[in-house]
């Protein structure tokens, strides 16, 4: 099992409340939550990341470990807990990882593992989705941001960027100026 799916189950069976989550001070600041002004309101943008506090691991380890899971092939089992992280359906997936649904529901049945390229894009947005959820402080913030229309990506919301290789990697380098403060 490789580290990504590990720290995804972790989450799921530590989830807590974003309710829970704000009442827990952090550090010395008792809070990392940032609030900007916009034109006329106040907007709530990210939270410091903890994301580089989370990983025990350098990220070359894991992304020699990710290209190890990726050869071997993902299971159908890893793909669900993957699935139940998101929030994002099973049609959603489909078209992240073009494959269709019915050849999904034929993974199941046959309990194959995925081919290396679909199990690269399973891990990479995996991945993605944890840095994202780190940096905004719940998978449920992170997904708001995933369907809001983004200035700095063309008005486009960046879930639209999931499909392609290249869309995962524009939002990996979205996320890293959110997690610096570098906005639009």
Do not use: C
């Amino acid at each position: 099992m490789s580290v990504i799916m590990k720290k995804i189950k972790n989450i799921k069976s530590t989830r807590r409340s974003d309710k829970e989550a704000k009442k827990q001070p952090f550090g010395k600041n008792k809070s990392r939550e940032h609030l900007y002004v916009g034109r006329d309101s106040l907007m709530h943008l990210a939270k410091e990341s903890a994301y580089p506090y989370q990983l025990s691991q350098s990220m070359s380890i894991d992304e020699f470990e990710l290209i190890k899971t990726s050869r071997q092939g993902l299971s159908y089992e890893d793909f669900i807990n993957v699935v139940g992280f998101s929030g994002f359906t099973i049609k959603e997936w489909a078209g992240y990882i073009q494959l269709n649904e019915r050849t999904l529901q034929r993974y199941k049945i046959e309990n194959r593992l995925f081919e290396q390229i679909y199990s690269e894009r399973i891990l990479g947005i995996a991945r993605l989705l944890l840095k994202g959820a780190a940096i905004f402080g719940s998978m449920e913030s992170f997904g708001k941001w995933l369907n809001a229309e983004n200035v700095a990506l063309g008005q486009i919301p960046p879930k639209q960027f999931l499909d392609s290789t290249f869309g995962i990697s524009i939002l990996e380098d979205e996320l890293t100026r959110i997690e610096h403060g570098i906005f639009a």
